[in-house]
Structures are given as C-alpha cells and as structure tokens.
T-cell receptor, first 115, second 114 residues
C-alpha cells in the first residue's frame, strides 16, 4: 500500500523568502506520480506541481519546484519568493497506474506567509 | 469558470436524517471522486466512478452511497448521518483513471450533523 507522510504540521515564512516543505512516501510500484496540492482557506484544492516517477528531472512551475529523491522516497516542495497568497494548507499526494487515480494524501502542512 | 461545482457549500442535517450532496462538472471528465476530509486531516477517498463503473473503497461505511446518473453529475448519499460524519466532502474529477492527468476539485460541501 502507498503511504505519504508530511512531518511538518505548520510552517511560516517571511514574504519574499524561500521555504521548503517536506514529504516522504512509500510504494512498491514502479510507475507512480507525486503531487503537491494547495488548499487555501475556504477555497478549492488546486494542483501546484506534479512529478512522474520515471522522470529524473525535477519538476518546476514558476516559483515552485520539487526535489525528487527517488531512492530516498522523498519529494519536497520549494517555494521561492513567497507571497501572501501562498498562505494555505499544502498536501503532498501520490497515485499510481493501478489505483484508478485515487490520491493518497499526506497529513498536510499549514503554511503561513507573513508580511 | 467554475469547472467542478458542489452544492450546497454548507449543509446542516439532523442526526439520522438522510442527506444528499451533489457535484457537477463542465469538464466532461470520465472519472469522478468523492473524498471525505475531517477537520485538520488529509482527504480520504470514499469511492470513485470511471464512467458508469462504481468503485467503492474497502473501508467506506455502508452508510455512504453514490449515484452517477450521467457524465456531468454525481451524488453522495448519506443514509443515516452520525456525528462522526461531520466533515468536508470534496468532489473531484480527472480525465483518465491512471493518475496521469490532473485532478480538479470542487470547493467542497461542509456537512454539520446536529
């Protein structure tokens, strides 16, 4: 069974600075996908970034990038130049080809960006 | 622009009184999911549909059922809500069931049981 673990329940960062959110996972599958989702207060969950396990290159989306360490089963999210709008709950999630798209979520990290 | 729409946003129901939550999508996606998210916890999948094929998670209580009358709509029925069923219920869609396409979420329905 797949599991996802986020060990940082809460984090804070000053506006314009960089923050890294940690995530580890466990799976016996070879073909899987990893995601970071953002859930702002009272708003819908949206995809921040995704990584295919077979790709060695780390995914990047503007200010968001990941550090994917396959052997260590680690998938951290780096947010550069943090903005007030980045304040949200961040969930790390995984799925694989055999799970029908079912997302297994970590416990979440509540990020506060302070002015 | 809303692509996955959940109604209502807030639902209060009485203990034991059946309640239905609805979800509609304008994306024409094949797969629809219902997740339960209790306070300060990770979302947990209850079931999903791939077209008309219904897939129930092994640990989803029998109290929860779902219907998908067409591609656009999906309903979550809670036959006899208990206090422990109070949660945010999230509907999501994806184009394919293989994890290779993005899941789009609705804003959720927050269910309160009194």
């Amino acid at each position: 069974a797949q599991t996802v673990t986020q060990s940082q329940p809460e984090m804070s960062v000053q506006e314009a600075e960089t923050v890294t959110l940690s995530c580890t996972y466990d799976t016996s599958e070879n073909n899987y996908y990893l995601f970071w989702y953002k859930q702002p207060p009272s708003r819908q969950m949206i995809l921040v970034i995704r990584q295919e396990a077979y790709k060695q290159q780390n995914a990047t989306e503007n200010r968001f990038s990941v550090n994917f360490q396959k052997a260590a089963k680690s998938f951290s999210l780096k947010i550069s130049d943090s903005q007030l709008g980045d304040t949200a709950m961040y969930f790390c999630a995984s799925t694989n080809y055999n799970q029908g798209g079912k997302l297994i979520f970590g416990q979440g990290t509540e990020l506060s960006v302070k002015p | 622009d809303a692509m996955v729409i959940q109604n209502p946003r807030y639902q209060v129901t009485q203990f034991g009184k059946p309640v239905t939550l609805s979800c509609s999508q304008t994306l024409n996606h094949n797969v629809m999911y219902w997740y339960q998210q209790k306070s300060s916890q990770a979302p947990k999948l209850l079931f999903h549909y791939y077209d008309k094929d219904f897939n129930n998670e092994a640990d989803t209580p029998d109290n929860f059922q779902s219907r998908r009358p067409n591609t656009s709509f999906c309903f979550l029925d809670i036959r006899s809500p208990g206090l422990g069923d109070a949660a945010m219920y999230l509907c999501a869609t994806s184009r394919t069931p293989d994890g290779n396409t993005e899941a789009f979420f609705g804003q959720g329905t927050r269910l309160t049981v009194v």
